[in-house]
């Protein structure tokens, strides 16, 4: 089966899930972030818009338990290693972009399974100091801004019905 795609700028989905973030309650910064992870994960690995879409899903007790887990992922100061556990399986998509930020700082990582896309579940990440593998060049990344990113429409179309909701009318500002 042939599925339906689109041509879209990085920066063009990075806003328009942004948006959408902002229109299910999450604050800017967090929006914002989020926003970046999808990006990332998008060009990267595949499968980022349909993981969020997956993950804006759930009840919002558990998208703040998801959300809060993405966000301890760090080696401690003086620490050569640490496992990160986490009681619920979290996707890729939440971790990609912060993981791949480590290693700018020296520190390789390495998931309980094998990561193939967004949808990839984790419940562990080994971090590792490892000054002697220089960060990777990003060729998926600047390839994306150059040419962009082929996006399935179906879940584009998904995406801009929910970001569309950003947007309000003057009568509707005025009337608040």
């Avoid at 599925?3 to 929006?31: F, H, M, T, Y």
Wanted: proline residues 3%.
């Amino acid at each position: 089966m042939n599925k339906a795609s689109i041509l879209v700028a990085p920066r063009e989905l990075k806003d328009q899930v942004e948006r959408a973030n902002r229109v299910l309650g999450c604050e800017a910064s967090v929006a914002d972030r989020l926003a970046e992870d999808v990006t990332f994960c998008e060009i990267n690995y595949g499968q980022g818009i349909s993981s969020w879409l997956e993950i804006t899903a759930l009840d919002s007790a558990s998208l703040d338990e998801v959300l809060g887990s993405s966000l301890r992922l760090s080696l401690p100061t003086n620490t050569e290693s640490v496992e990160v556990h986490f009681d619920s399986p979290v996707l890729f998509v939440l971790l990609a972009r912060t993981l791949h930020n480590q290693e700018n700082f020296g520190i390789t990582w390495s998931c309980d399974s094998e990561v193939t896309s967004g949808h990839s579940p984790v419940v562990s990440v080994s971090l590792k100091s490892d000054t002697t593998h220089p960060p990777s060049r990003n060729q998926k990344t600047a390839d994306a801004l150059s040419t962009g990113l082929k996006v399935s429409l179906h879940e584009w179309n998904q995406l801009n019905k929910i970001a569309s909701q950003f947007l309000m009318s003057e009568e509707v500002l005025d009337a608040s």
